[in-house]
């Protein structure tokens, strides 16, 4: 967990340089199979333009309306020690973390009540899963935590009555990312008809 260098070879065989920040390419099927989440980091700091790196792939991700996400990236050591100390689920040493908020009032005009309750959540996991794979480019690893109270972040973070914490999302580098997979975690998938199993062609 501390002081040891991130392991490139976990991510990918190469690694070239975008924008100053050293990065590993990793095939986008590959980043799926070894996506993980990580709750041991090394002991030190991610670097404000790998943030920012990381902030933008979570813009990127697909959204219902323009206007809606607000992205709080946190790095303040003695804040991550508070967050720590309030936010239940937050059980790791990230030294950083994303916090992807939702702006109710213009989620609210642009996309109505439902959207605010569903489809503002779809733009919250579909940042999750861009941070997922952006950081095994760079050598990071990620936890998606929401295990807390929206006052908790709110005080935390200082956000307005109507920006609401959606999911905080710990940041840090990680020596490896070749954890086994969480067991338990299956789904089913249906043809056609909810019951009936997919297969496949002449199955
Ligand atoms: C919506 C959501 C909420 C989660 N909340 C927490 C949390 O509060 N604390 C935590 O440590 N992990 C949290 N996780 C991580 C899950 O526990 C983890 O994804 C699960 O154990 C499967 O492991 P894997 O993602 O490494 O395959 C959350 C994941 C998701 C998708």
């Known amino acids: 967990m501390s ?9 990918g065989s190469t690694s070239t ?3 100053g920040i050293e990065t590993h390419p ?3 099927a590959e980043g799926m199979r070894r996506r993980r989440m990580h709750r041991e980091f090394e002991d030190r700091p991610v670097p404000r333009a790998v943030l920012e790196r990381m902030a933008w792939s979570a813009t990127r991700a697909q959204q219902a309306r323009s206007g809606v996400r607000h992205i709080v990236i946190v790095d303040d050591p003695d804040l991550m020690t508070v967050a720590r100390q309030v936010l239940p689920g937050f059980v790791n040493n990230a030294p950083a973390m994303l916090v992807h908020c939702t702006d109710t009032i213009r989620a609210e005009e642009v996309l109505g009540r439902r959207g605010v309750n569903a489809a503002t959540w779809i733009d919250a996991g579909a940042a999750c899963a861009h941070l997922a ?3 095994q480019t760079l050598g990071l690893g990620v936890c998606t935590v ?3 109270t929206d006052q908790a972040v709110q005080t935390l973070l200082g956000l307005p009555a109507h920006i609401r914490p959606d999911v905080t999302v710990a940041v840090g580098y990680v020596e490896s990312t070749r954890k086994p997979p969480a067991r338990g975690f299956k789904t089913r998938l249906h043809h056609n008809h909810f019951g009936t199993e997919f297969a496949r062609d002449g199955g």
């Open 3 to 11: 002081g040891t260098k991130s392991d490139p070879s976990a991510v």
């Open 26 to 28: 990793v095939d986008v």
């Open 146 to 148: 929401t295990s807390w």
């Open 133 to 135: 794979l952006m950081g």
């Open 17 to 19: 340089s975008v924008a």
